[in-house]
Every structure is written in structure tokens, then in C-alpha cells.
T-cell receptor
């Protein structure tokens, strides 16, 4: 069974440019998460989807970040415009359901460098 | 303020010996705890978990202990192997909210041959 797929794996952009990350979760997983991991820190949740609905986006900086999961399967996270402080690894994860202790499966992440 | 704390950024252990990784938390509403392991350039992978109604869970070489009164959990790896060298993240789930995971900063384990 394929794991969580993310692309691109690496992205280098100039500040003020837009950038987008794509995630395809494990088949059948209806919960999808986007995390940001800064250097030396643990992952921090940005947004959580149940199917196509964003049920928790309280930590998403909405002035420049947006996300979508239109058909309840794959998802895109966008930053526009990017700032120097956005340099981090952006991780996507999926799970079967949220509140049953089901483990989250993570993708390899996208390492973003903003110059 | 950090709700999940891993106070040791790194740990070095000899192959065959026991590795003990520690984690403290502050939120008494956490009802489920997980350990994730992360190799460089890969995403975290699930290792072992424990519910707050238990005090121990064992899976092969890995055992997690939970001390609710002290708000402390630990991961024991016995015996340690060089392939265990990775960053280990402690995570907690808040049963009172939407069940999101709160991660610690991680501990980098190095197992020397």
C-alpha cells in the first residue's frame, strides 16, 4: 500500500513569491493534516480536514496561507506571498479517523527555503 | 508555553544497552500519548502509543511507561541497535478538544556500535 505522497520534496523561492505544496493521503483515510516543522522543533498543526471540510484551521496564518481539499482526497497548501520566516518543512499526514487514537501517517515532507 | 516537553535534545547510548527517552506534559486533558521516530529527510513514523488509562505498553524492544501523577512518560528501547539512531518525538492528544496532536521538540538518539 502506498504511503502519503508529497510533492515537491524541495523548493527554493525568493521572498514575496507564491508557492504550493501537494499531498495525496493514504487511500481510504478521510482525515488529512498539514503541519509545519521548524528547525529543531516538533511538527505544529496548521490545518486539519475531515473529508473536504476544514474542521480546524485555527493555527493557519490566513493572511498568506490557504489550503483546499476539494474532493476530499488530495490537498494543496499555498503560501502567497512567502516570507523568510516561512522556511521550514511542511508535512502532510493522514489517518482513518480523528478521535479514536488512530495513528497519523506522515509523508516525507516538503523542505521550503525562502531566500 | 510548551505543553509537551522533551528536555534532552540528544542522547548517546552504546549498542546493546538500554535507551530511555523522557517526555513531560502539562495538560491534564491529554488522554493518549504517542512516540514517533524520524530519520533525516523522511517524515515521522509511528512507533508506539499508550492510553491514559494504562501505565505501560510494550511492543517488542519498545516499552512506553506513563506516570499520570507526575505527568511524565518515557520510552525504553532494549536492547538498543544502531538502526535506532533517529530523532524521537513525543506527542499527546487532547481528548477534550478535537483530538489534535501536540508534539515535543524531539530527542536525537545516537546508538554507537
Amino acid at each position: 500500500e502506498a504511503g502519503v505522497v508529497q510533492s515537491p520534496r524541495y523548493k527554493i523561492i525568493e521572498k514575496k513569491q507564491p508557492v504550493a505544496f501537494w499531498c495525496n493521503p493514504i487511500s481510504g483515510h478521510n482525515t488529512l493534516y498539514w503541519y509545519r516543522q521548524n528547525l529543531g522543533q516538533g511538527p505544529e498543526l496548521l490545518i486539519r480536514y475531515e473529508n473536504e471540510e476544514a474542521v480546524d484551521d485555527s493555527q493557519l496564518p490566513k493572511d498568506r496561507f490557504s489550503a483546499e481539499r476539494l474532493k476530499g482526497v488530495d490537498s494543496t497548501l499555498k503560501i502567497q506571498p512567502a516570507e523568510l520566516g516561512d522556511s521550514a518543512v511542511y508535512l502532510c499526514a493522514s489517518s482513518l479517523r480523528t478521535n479514536l487514537g488512530n495513528e497519523q501517517f506522515f509523508g516525507p515532507g516538503t523542505r521550503l527555503t525562502v531566500l | 508555553d510548551q505543553q509537551v516537553k522533551q528536555n534532552s535534545p540528544s542522547l548517546s547510548v552504546q549498542e546493546g544497552r538500554i535507551s530511555i527517552l523522557n517526555c513531560d506534559y502539562t495538560n491534564s486533558m491529554f488522554d493518549y500519548f504517542l512516540w514517533y521516530k524520524k530519520y533525516p529527510a523522511e517524515g515521522p513514523t509511528f512507533l508506539i502509543s499508550i492510553s491514559s488509562i494504562k501505565d505501560k505498553n510494550e511492543d517488542g524492544r519498545f516499552t512506553v511507561f506513563l506516570n499520570k501523577s507526575a505527568k511524565h512518560l518515557s520510552l525504553h528501547i532494549v536492547p538498543s541497535q544502531p538502526g535506532d539512531s533517529a530523532v524521537y518525538f513525543c506527542a499527546a492528544k487532547d481528548g477534550g478538544s478535537q483530538g489534535n496532536l501536540i508534539f515535543g521538540k524531539g530527542t536525537k538518539l545516537s546508538v554507537k556500535p
